[in-house]
């Protein structure tokens, strides 16, 4: 394997490498994605139901999408389809979540 990577997967048990652009997180791509959705769908089911999101939880989404979109350059010429299907994926539940804060009643809580 020729990739940079950055360490082991801090999960219990997961002895897969830390893609350079997950250095931050200390978790492999698999590990990231999950938590990743677990994330988006809270937010969603909270923009569904009309409560406020807070802006930290927000920036954190974005930071998601951002390292999602990083790992699907840096993936391009090794095509892993089955997580390239998921990232593509959580993509589009952040894209709605981020068109529900834009134009329906979700609100964004800005710290006072
Ligand atoms: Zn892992």
Redesign the pocket.
């Known amino acids: 394997m020729s990739a940079a990577v950055a360490g082991?997967?801090?999960?219990a048990g997961?002895?897969?490498s830390?893609p350079m652009a997950l250095a931050g997180v200390r978790?492999?791509?698999?590990?990231?994605v999950d938590e990743a959705f677990v994330r988006t769908d809270q937010a969603l089911s909270q923009c569904r139901e009309g409560r406020a999101i807070d802006s930290d939880k927000l920036q954190w989404l974005l930071s998601d999408a951002l390292a999602v979109v990083k790992n699907l350059e840096e993936g391009a010429d090794e095509p892993m389809p089955e997580q390239r299907d998921r990232m593509l994926e959580l993509l589009l539940v952040l894209a709605n979540v981020h068109e529900y804060v834009a134009h329906h009643s979700a609100r964004v809580e800005r710290p006072a």
């Open positions: 082991n997967c801090q999960k997961c002895a897969k830390i978790l492999c791509l698999d590990h990231f």
